[in-house]
């Protein structure tokens, strides 16, 4: 079985229109949707949800007034300073239990955390494998990580071969957890400086994970010289450029439409379609 | 006054709203902006700042002293992120997990556990012209933001506007960088992708009492789904910026909407002067009730 992970970095720079077009065109696969705390993918593959489960985080703590001696010593302690004259700030609480562990009284105690909820879907592409995480929730690591181990799962109980995931922006810790294990992380760049400055960035993340990586950009003739400069980059670093798609506002009537594009009549479809092969290639596929 | 501008979905043009702002207001108060997209901070492209200090932001990973360390397990049972392991006849850390709360340190029955520093990034202060500029950069493969993201947020400069840069999503660096703040701007898009991370910002924003507005920008004629949500909400449309091929050209090259022409400059002092207003209107509010 092999995975490929689209990511960026910035955000906004096309990962989930790209994805949106591999799930059209690859065969044989799942579909997963990493970016859980702002989740875009289903609004491209009208999904049915047939499995609808809870995400349960880490559970937070509560303090029962009943019990506390208003000692002081769980505040001494918090590290988040969530405890604040014998109440717990949710928000602030960073889930580690020093306090429950602590508290001499036993007026700490664990409160069970709805984080948010995952789902697998059918669409007319195939299985999809998704998640919301709840407000202004934490954990969203961990709930990548849950939607992955969905993901293989059904892969292997319906001998699918593929798995083609939507990933966060960002470097920090759910587009690590979306990284870990990949095949290939498929890095799609935009020609503006600020997307530039974080291609670098994720690069080094995903090479810091021993994850392979390939650099495809978007937009590429909205700044050629940029384009240039990224094609020059990814020499430099021998990181392969496998794909150059370009401007069309067909793109995001597409989204307005809520289709993928390679379903709708663009220049850009081409472009899209020779990336796909090339990460097949990449993939071994 | 605080303002944070965040967004939900990536690349709608936070950054390129939030240095407009701060540009355009420089010349009229003491001007603090915060990047608190720590783990792709960009603020820096578009105010060319001078760094003139740089602070090393650790978090305090456990240490373990074999020489006292029995084995209990006591340190791998107290932690909640799974960051040690008892395995044979030694702990192992994994400080990429640790949130550093002290725990294990705290409950080691025989002292064995020492804090040793980990650094997860820097916090970098400087000045771009007249504003004092500050931003915080997460070491590549660090997976925990939020204390890099407090560590940026402490910098508000003495009254003055202080302009927070938020990252793209809902959860906790987002969290981090817009709580505590007078106000968030959220800048979206007006597309399907646009329109529902937008409605997942709104219930994070109001989730933390902060009172927000909307912009709106790649506004186009007939586009208006952004307007209609608002409206459903209660939310006011503060700005439009229109879909604009010269204007992403601009920030392609790192041009702020601000410097890219003079017009802009005196609709993002506009902008401030309706958010005060909109400041008031709640504070007043809540004094009522």
Known sequence: MKEVTVISG??????????????????????????????????????????????????????????????????????????KQGRVDQMSCEGCRVCYHACPEGAVRLVENLAGEWFISRTRYGPFVHARLGVAQDNSGKLVAEVRRQARSLAEREGRELIITDGPPGIGCPVISALGGTDLALVVVEPTLSSIHDLVRVIRLAEHFGVKTAVCINKWDINPRNSRTVEIMCRDMDIPLIGRVGYDPAVIAAAMERKPVVQVMSAVVDDIVSLWHCVERQLGI | MIISVASGKGGTGKTTVATSMALALQACDHVTFLDCDVEEPN????????????????????????????LCGRCAEVCAFNALLVAGEAVITFPELCHGCGGCRYFCPVGAISPEPKQ??????????????VRGRLEVGAALSPPLVDAVRKNRGP??????????????????????????????????????????????????????????NRAREGWGIIEKYCRQEGITVMMKIPLSQEIAEAYSRGVSLAKFDRGWNDAFKQLYREIGGLVANERSHCNQR
């Open chain 1, 10 to 83: 910035k955000g906004g720079t096309g990962k989930t229109s790209i994805t949106g077009s591999f799930a059209v065109l690859a065969q044989n696969h799942v579909l997963v949707d990493c970016d859980v705390d702002a989740a875009n993918l289903h609004l491209l593959l009208d999904p049915e949800i047939q499995v609808r489960k809870n995400f349960w985080g880490m559970p937070k703590v509560e303090i029962d007034p009943q019990k506390c001696t208003g000692c002081g010593l769980c505040e001494e302690l918090c590290r988040f300073g969530a405890v």
């Open chain 2, 43 to 70: 603020g820096h492209i578009f105010l060319n700042p001078e760094f003139t200090e740089t602070e090393n932001i650790y978090i305090e990973v456990p240490k373990i002293d074999p020489g006292k360390c029995n």
């Open chain 2, 120 to 133: 997860i990034g820097t916090v970098e202060r400087g000045v771009a012209g007249r504003l004092a500029f």
């Open chain 2, 159 to 216: 009254g003055g506007i202080t302009i927070v840069d938020a990252p793209p999503g809902t959860s906790c660096p987002v969290i981090h960088s817009v709580r505590g703040t007078d106000f968030c701007l959220l800048v979206t898009e007006p597309t399907p992708f646009g329109l529902n991370d937008l409605d997942l910002a709104v219930q994070m924003v109001r989730s933390l009492g902060v009172p927000c507005g909307v912009l709106i």
